[in-house]
């Protein structure tokens, strides 16, 4: 059975289920294929989930969207564009890993989301590019500005989504523009200007 076709059962009971509550033994069941043959294409359920984020980041297909190159369009609007894309992940993490409220377990938050700071580097190389055309100079102090501002909006989404509803997307992508216009001129702009 090929690495993609593992993924694909594995996003399947993952979404299903949850990460927390599928097991490699769930997934090699799953897929007709003994255990062993999961471990030759994955040296963990981890590393299952974290080559489906790739996926996903990879999905979002930020570089091929033509308004984040145009210079025309305001850079508080591609910030806002972005900072909803960002939600989408976080999202897609938060349905991967728990599925509901219910299968959330503390480690296990904690590990994925240090482990999701290898994607930070992706993020602020974009954010980067943006700021390079709308003529700021990427530096280490301004990627450093970009690190903390994806940073801070994703403690905010983070922390929003255990102390109100679970599942309201509706309301965090209302307010999600707004919060990147709130962090984004003192955390980059007046950092860097």
Do not use: C
């Amino acid at each position: 059975m090929s690495r993609e076709s593992i993924k694909q059962v594995s996003l399947e009971l993952f979404r299903r289920y949850s990460y927390v509550k599928t097991s490699v033994s769930d997934i090699a069941a799953a897929a007709g294929i003994g255990k062993g043959t999961v471990y030759l294409s994955f040296k963990t359920k981890e590393d299952i989930l974290f080559s489906l984020l790739d996926d996903e980041i990879d999905n979002l297909k930020l570089d091929e969207d033509p308004a984040y190159s145009d210079p025309a369009i305001d850079l508080q609007v591609k910030v806002s564009r972005f900072s909803k894309s960002l939600l989408d992940l976080h999202f897609q993490i938060r349905d991967l890993m728990f599925g509901s409220l219910e299968n959330l377990r503390g480690r296990e938050l904690q590990d994925v989301y240090q482990k999701i700071t290898q994607y930070l580097d992706r993020v602020v190389a974009f954010l980067g590019r943006i700021l390079a055309i709308h003529g700021y100079p990427v530096t280490e102090p301004t990627s450093q500005a970009l690190r903390e501002f994806a940073l801070f909006l994703s403690g905010r989404f983070i922390i929003y989504i255990f102390s109100h509803d679970w599942s309201n997307r509706t309301e965090l992508y209302e307010l999600m523009p707004e919060w990147s216009r709130q962090l984004f001129r003192p955390l980059v702009l007046e950092r860097i200007g």
